[in-house]
């Protein structure tokens, strides 16, 4: 079982604009500072980098527009400019350096939420999963550019990673949070956008892959195979016996995450390098109590021994501890050099592995 990391963004306010959003003389891009951070990537074992390219689509122009009588129109999207692909194929080329390898992830949920207004204008875009000429557009003009840069480095590519969570933004019953969803988009729509453009992916000789909030989507969308090549869910539940608190929902999901039943080089891409925010990390030995919430925490060294027999090819963990995030429930907030200790017990056998537990 190979082990990755989950980068969706360098620094929280870049999010969506890593790639042609800032010159890279702003000490805020991600040049500045990536090789050392892939360097310790590599050198604790990780192998896999999933990083989101246009998130909630704010660089993809022309914006969407307010008009006067309070709707919110998108034009079909232009093309990319050149600096967009410069800094996405000095990713490759960064990873390749590394002995990384890739999950470029397209766009994110929010591309189809409500808009944003701002300088760079987030979401507002559902139309161009759902408008057959749109849809066309944005393959042409903004995919397959895209693709075109990664089938150079086709052993850097791990999967090429079309939509993160589309479930977040459909109209469907999963994930249920009424706090989060927000179904712009139709099913039928959505998996013909799925389709389309992993069938573009595949057409490059890259592994196509779709990030799905929920286990059973692939199943239940009929989407557990071709075009997709390396099936994608995301678990942030239990694993086996463990819970896992999924803050971020608006429950915790009482199911444990199933084993694979996707084939050979289905992944987990994500799952959470910490259990919540609030718990500490404590020296081998030390006691964890028996009964009560925190009982059932677990570390990640001891996460990753139970996601082991489970059959994924890879695991993918949420996610580095970012600059300037405001530290969500399932973020390392600060322990990254706890996480980095479980990661390296795990994955090169090195001791001191710590056991998780609620603070008092």
């Not at 057409?203 to 799905?212: D, I, N, S």
């Not at 300037?324 to 090169?348: I, K, N, Q, Y």
């Amino acid at each position: 079982m190979q082990v990755g990391i989950n980068q969706p963004w360098w620094l929280y306010h870049t999010f969506g604009i890593d790639f042609g959003g800032l010159p890279r003389s702003d000490q805020r891009h991600w040049t500045h500072g990536v090789d050392a951070v892939f360097d310790s990537y590599a050198s604790i074992g990780l192998r896999i980098v999933r990083w989101f390219i246009f998130g909630s689509g704010a660089m993809l122009l022309p914006s969407p527009r307010r008009e006067a009588a309070g709707t919110v129109t998108a034009a079909p999207p232009i093309g990319l400019g050149r600096q967009v692909l410069d800094d996405f194929e000095l990713l490759h080329r960064k990873a390749r350096s590394h002995g990384l390898r890739l999950v470029p992830t397209f766009l994110d949920f929010h591309f189809a939420f409500a808009p944003e207004f701002g300088d760079r204008v987030k979401g507002g875009r559902s139309s161009w999963i759902s408008d057959t000429a749109k849809r066309h557009a944005l393959f042409e003009n903004v995919l397959e550019p895209l693709l075109g840069v990664s089938a150079s480095y086709p052993d850097t590519i791990y999967a090429w990673d079309l939509f993160n969570e589309p479930e977040w933004c459909t109209d469907v019953l999963v994930p249920p949070s009424r706090t989060v969803r927000q179904a712009n988009v139709r099913l039928s729509d959505m998996k013909a956008f799925l389709r389309e453009g992993c069938a573009r992916i595949t057409q490059h000789r890259l592994p196509a892959t779709v990030g799905f909030n929920d286990p059973m989507t692939p199943s239940q969308w009929a989407l557990a195979g071709p075009p997709i090549t390396r099936t994608q869910v995301h678990h942030y539940g239990r694993i086996t016996g463990s819970l896992i608190t999924a803050a971020a929902s608006e429950a915790v999901d009482g199911e444990p995450a199933p084993a694979n039943s996707y084939g050979p080089s289905a992944f987990l891409g994500e799952f959470p390098f910490n259990v919540t925010g609030n718990y500490r990390w404590l020296r081998p030995g030390d006691r964890r109590p028996s009964s009560g919430p925190n009982s059932y925490e677990e570390s990640l060294y001891e996460r990753l021994q139970n996601l082991q027999p489970l059959g994924y090819d890879a695991v993918l963990g949420w996610s580095y501890p970012l600059q300037d995030h405001p530290p969500g429930p399932t973020d390392p907030e600060g322990s990254w050099p706890e996480v980095r200790a479980d990661l390296e017990a795990f994955l090169v056998g090195s001791r001191g592995a710590r056991t998780a537990i609620g603070r008092a």
